[in-house]
C-alpha cells in the first residue's frame, strides 16, 4: 500500500493496480478547492500501468466522490478545456537585478514588483510569487545582514503559515542565523515517548513537531553551519513518526467494535 498527495500525479510509473481517493479536495495555498477533471483523471490513471497490469480500477471512500470519479471516467466523458500555461519564479539574479532597479534591499518589495510587473515573451508564462512566500520575505526582510539570495532562500521554506507557533519560530531561527549562532535541536519530548498519544492534543502536538523537524532539515541541507543537527533531526523523526502510526494503528482498530459489543442482526420474519 502507497499513501501519497497529488504528487503521485507527477507521472510515476509504479506497479499500481488500483487508485482510491481519500478526497477530492487539495488545498491551493488560500483555501481547500475541488480538483479539476483532468487532475483526477491523471492521479487515477496511475492504476493499471502498461506493462504492470492489464486492468486497473479507480474508486474513493465516499459515495459522491465515487460517482464524481466514475463519472470522470466514463468513456464518454469529455474533460472542459483548459488554458495551458504555467508560472515563474525569481531566481537569485533576477532578485538583484530587480533590487538594484528598485533601489531597494527589502525583498517582499522585490517579490510584490516581480509578481505585479513582471511580463514575458510566451503567452504560457506568468509570475508566480504566492502569498506565503511574500509573508517570510517580509519575516526575512527584518534581518538585512542577511545576504538578499539567502532571504530570498529562506522565503521558500516550507512553513505552514496556518501555524503561528511554528512561524513565530522560524523567525527566532531566522534571527539566531542572521547572528551567526547554530540553531541546536533539543532532544525529543518525553511526551513522544510513550506508546501511543493519550489524546488528540498530544497526537496533534507530535504532528506539529513533524512539521518544525522537516523544516529544520530542509535548513539544514541548505544552511549547514547554522543548522548543524540535521542527523539527530531524521532520528528523531523517524521516533515521532512511529508514534503516530502506533496511535493511528490503535484509533484503527477501536473504529470497529469488538464481536460482543456489536448490536445484533434484525432477523427476518419466515413466510409462512
Not at 208 to 237: K, N, S
Amino acid at each position: 500500500m502507497l499513501v501519497s498527495t497529488d504528487a503521485i500525479a507527477m507521472g510515476l510509473n509504479l506497479p499500481i493496480r488500483t487508485v482510491c481517493f481519500s478526497t477530492l479536495e487539495k488545498w491551493d495555498g488560500r483555501e481547500d478547492v475541488q480538483l479539476e477533471p483532468w487532475q483526477i483523471l491523471q492521479i487515477g490513471g496511475r492504476a493499471g500501468r502498461f506493462g504492470w497490469h492489464e486492468q486497473g480500477f479507480v474508486g474513493a471512500l465516499t459515495r459522491r466522490d465515487a460517482e464524481r470519479v466514475a463519472q470522470v471516467f466514463a468513456p464518454e466523458f469529455q474533460p472542459p478545456a483548459r488554458a495551458l500555461g504555467t508560472t515563474v519564479r525569481p531566481g537569485a539574479e533576477h532578485v538583484a537585478v530587480l533590487a538594484e532597479a528598485l533601489h531597494t534591499d527589502r525583498l517582499a518589495q522585490v517579490l510584490a514588483a516581480f509578481r505585479r510587473g513582471m511580463s514575458f515573451d510566451s503567452e504560457l508564462l506568468a509570475p508566480g510569487v504566492p502569498e506565503d512566500m511574500i509573508a517570510l520575505a517580509e519575516l526575512a526582510d527584518r534581518f538585512p545582514a542577511v545576504p538578499l539570495g539567502d532571504r530570498l532562500t529562506l522565503a521558500t521554506a516550507p512553513v505552514d503559515m496556518r501555524q503561528e507557533w511554528l512561524v513565530r519560530e522560524y523567525g527566532d531561527w531566522i534571527a539566531q542565523h542572521a547572528a551567526g549562532r547554530p540553531v541546536r535541536l533539543a532532544p525529543l519530548s518525553a511526551r513522544f515517548a510513550g506508546e501511543r498519544a493519550a489524546d488528540d492534543d498530544e497526537l496533534q502536538a507530535a504532528e506539529g513537531e513533524a512539521r518544525r523537524l522537516t523544516l529544520y532539515a530542509w535548513l539544514g541541507f541548505r544552511f549547514a553551519a547554522t543548522f548543524p543537527d540535521l542527523h539527530e533531526a531524521g532520528t528523531q523523526r523517524v521516533a515521532l513518526d512511529r508514534f503516530i502510526e502506533r496511535t493511528l494503528a490503535q484509533r484503527g482498530h477501536r473504529r470497529r467494535p469488538p464481536p460482543a459489543a456489536r448490536a445484533p442482526r434484525a432477523r427476518r420474519p419466515r413466510p409462512r
